[in-house]
């Protein structure tokens, strides 16, 4: 009798030996998908809105009259309602710009060089498109503006 006894106790080590290490081997199970996204959303609602959520880009080319793109010509922005202008640049090389104005208001944009007329389009920044792309053509003071027939 005592022999059975024996083998039953080196044998069941033996059989529970395989099941502790593969439960050993195998990663604890994490949150299933849709937590881990309830999650992410949680954080996400915590951090602020992106820095430019609710901007508008006003962007364009200045030419000249003859039709060549006008570099370092200045280019101002303001509210329709205010005097004062609050945004300004010049244009790059290539006579492009771009500024990005907060969305909900009409706004002026003026481009102006020294020996040009100065020219003034509006801005609906209300809704809808949250980019404006424009394109000025100076010119010159004292020169009359002769349109083509075609």
Do not use: C
Request: proline share 3%.
């Amino acid at each position: 009798m005592h022999t059975v006894q024996r083998r039953l106790v080196l044998v069941a080590p033996l059989l529970f030996f395989p099941l502790v290490s593969i439960a050993a081997q195998t990663k604890p199970e994490t949150s299933s998908p849709k937590a881990s996204a309830q999650a992410s959303t949680a954080k996400n609602n915590k951090k602020q809105k992106a820095k430019h959520a609710d901007d508008f880009l006003v962007k364009g080319t200045v030419f000249t009259s003859e039709g060549l793109s006008f570099p370092g010509v200045e280019i101002r922005i303001r509210r329709s309602n205010e005097k004062k202008f609050r945004w300004q640049t010049q244009t790059n090389s290539r006579g492009e710009f771009a500024i990005r104005v907060k969305q909900g208001s009409d706004y002026e944009v003026v481009v102006k060089e020294k020996g040009f007329k100065e020219q003034t389009k509006t801005v609906d920044a209300k809704s809808g498109d949250r980019i404006e792309d424009m394109v000025f053509r100076l010119e010159r003071e004292g020169e009359k503006n002769h349109e083509k027939a075609r």
